[in-house]
């Protein structure tokens, strides 16, 4: 997961990067991608603009002009002039010092806010997660009183149901789910180890679900009102209007901004909505990253904090860089496509199996009844146990056997891009089994033996203060009808549901509690229960 994060991070903030680009460029009275008579405008450019009320389009010399296929001046100004892409991805060209210069900024920005870490990003993102909701209410309500919004909503409401033997289609919304929760990402875990023991993690879990999707479907209403309007002027397929991926945000939300009354203070506010966006994401995956580096060697690392934020933050932007070339959008387009693709679902894959098959789902849910008081309704059982697995298995069997390479709209890859691709996304994955050999070769006896040690919690595993693993002790002997926490358990763990160094310990007296011996060695389990 910090592999993936990490990966993401170095992307990530390109994209961040674009949106100040952007801001920067909104502070003028006439927005610069709304104009067709610039440098980097070509003779297909068409521009849309109110004329007594009614809007128009108009090609770079001022004629309708239907001879060619009119291409909108917020793709242009974001292709030929913030791009300025080249033809392919091995024609770097130059480092473009004003996206540089952005990605600089973007790169302070996060290491300000994390280098006090969830103490301060907390703060700000009060603020980064409430402000996107007011843009997008105002932009909803003008977005569907355009003329034409009806054929992007109709494209975005009405399915095409042949659709769904794409592969794309079921990994896209698959990602995007992965994306928009942060799963596999490492970011929950990291986040959600500032709780208190106590928290109402499911209560969390249903808001943010349900909040999450609520928005995704409301913010398609908001995208493609305006889609449909742009294919309405340019009398273009809807499908056709603008780039997927991070072009759509830099090609069709700012068309629509332009529309609006008093269009540069719209202007402004979007791209600031769109840099706190992404400020959000950046901030977790960041955190995940340096909690990850902080906590393997805590004692030294911890009291330097903010030198490893700012070396992480350091080697971020150097290895971001090349995308801020005119071969940028080739190198983060395959950064995307292959970073955090078929490996968030493997990762999770993983995951789900470890917990609720190896460590085992009664053990898994007399946890959460410890935390909560009660354990997690059946609906969640069955989804851990067959519904998730099954489902994360269809979906990347079904992307292996119908595999896409990576695409830039026409622009195919060359084949040493598609391996470095395939290798970043397998760097991640392969940890796994990695790791996994590694921990059974640490362990003694046979193979057999090795891998049953190898996969059992360690010792120390287990609630960190002393009352709560007394609460998780009881909980576990609740089933058993003893009074925990005055004795520990005296029963085989023949249901696999118990704490794995609790197994067949001896009942104590109620003043040993706090030193269970087992059986099996005669050695203190821990030092402190």
């Known amino acids: 997961m910090v592999v993936v994060s990490a990966l993401v991070c170095i992307y990530y903030n390109v994209i961040i990067a674009w949106a100040l680009y952007y801001l920067f460029a909104s502070f003028t009275n006439v927005l610069p991608w709304t104009l067709c008579n610039q440098w980097w405008n070509t003779d297909q450019c068409g521009k849309t603009f109110g004329v007594n009320g009614t809007n128009v389009t108009l090609g770079v010399n001022g004629t309708n002009s239907t001879d060619f296929t009119r291409v909108s001046a917020s793709h242009e100004f974001w292709t030929h002039k913030v791009l300025q892409l080249s033809s392919g991805i091995d024609k770097m060209g130059t480092v473009r010092w004003d996206l540089a210069l952005c990605l600089l900024l973007a790169w302070v920005i996060v290491g300000a806010c994390l280098i006090k ?54 990994g896209d919304a698959a990602i995007q789910i992965f994306y928009s929760l942060g799963l596999a990402f490492g970011s929950l875990a990291t986040l959600s180890s500032y709780n208190k023991f106590h928290n109402n993690v499911m209560r969390d879990a249903l808001i943010i679900a349900v ?45 629509a901004i332009s529309l609006l009354p008093i ?28 909690t990850a580096v902080i906590d393997e060697y805590p004692e030294y690392l911890r009291p330097k904090k903010s030198i490893v934020v700012l070396g992480l933050c350091v080697i971020g932007y150097l290895l971001a860089l090349p995308q801020t070339t005119n071969a ?8 995307d496509w292959y970073s955090a693709g078929f490996s968030l679902m493997v990762i999770s894959l993983c995951l789900v199996i470890a917990i609720q098959y190896v460590y085992g789902m009664k053990r ?36 292996l056997v119908q595999f896409n390479p990576v695409t830039y709209g026409d622009y195919e890859y060359p084949n040493w891009a598609e391996i470095m691709g395939l290798l970043m ?27 049953k040690a190898a996969a059992r919690p360690s010792r120390d595993w287990g609630p960190a203060l002393e009352d709560h693993r007394q609460e998780m002790l009881k909980v576990y002997a609740g089933k058993y009808g003893v009074e925990a926490p005055l004795t520990l358990i005296d029963t085989p763990n023949k249901g696999g549901d118990l704490p794995p160094d609790y197994t067949t310990a001896t009942t104590l007296p109620r003043n040993d509690i706090n030193v269970p011996y087992s059986v099996a060695n005669g050695l203190p389990v821990t030092t402190k229960l």
């Not at 400020?279 to 340096?290: G, K, N, R, W, Y």
């Not at 959460?368 to 997690?376: A, D, N, Q, V, W």
């Not at 940890?431 to 059974?440: D, E, F, G, Y």
């Open 117 to 170: 870490g969830v103490k301060s990003s907390g703060k700000v993102v009060y603020f980064t997660a409430t402000f996107p909701f007011v843009v997008l209410i105002i932009l909803f309500f003008r977005g569907v009183t355009l003329e034409g919004a009806e054929r992007g909503i109709r494209f975005y409401i009405i399915p095409e149901w042949s659709r769904l033997s794409e592969s794309k289609v079921w």
């Open 211 to 255: 909040g999450n999707c609520c928005t995704s479907i409301f913010s398609g209403f908001v995208i493609f009102s305006i889609i449909g309007h742009m294919s309405f002027m340019l009398d273009v397929p809807v499908d056709k209007v603008a780039d997927e991926g991070p072009g759509l945000a830099f090609v069709a939300y700012p068309e």
């Open 263 to 290: 269009s540069t203070l719209w202007a402004i506010l979007f791209f600031l909505m769109l840099l706190t966006l992404g400020l959000d994401s950046q901030f977790a995956m960041m955190e995940t990253v340096i």
């Open 328 to 335: 940028g959008m080739y190198w983060l387009q395959l950064l």
């Open 364 to 399: 898994f849910c007399k946890d959460i009844k410890t935390m909560l008081g009660f354990e997690p309704p059946i609906y969640f059982k069955v989804c851990w146990v067959a519904i998730t697995p099954a489902l994360l298995l269809f979906i990347l069997i079904f992307n």
């Open 425 to 451: 996304g397998l760097s991640s994955c392969l940890l796994i089994p990695i790791v996994a050999v590694i921990q059974v070769c640490r362990q003694k006896g046979s193979l057999l033996e090795r891998i």
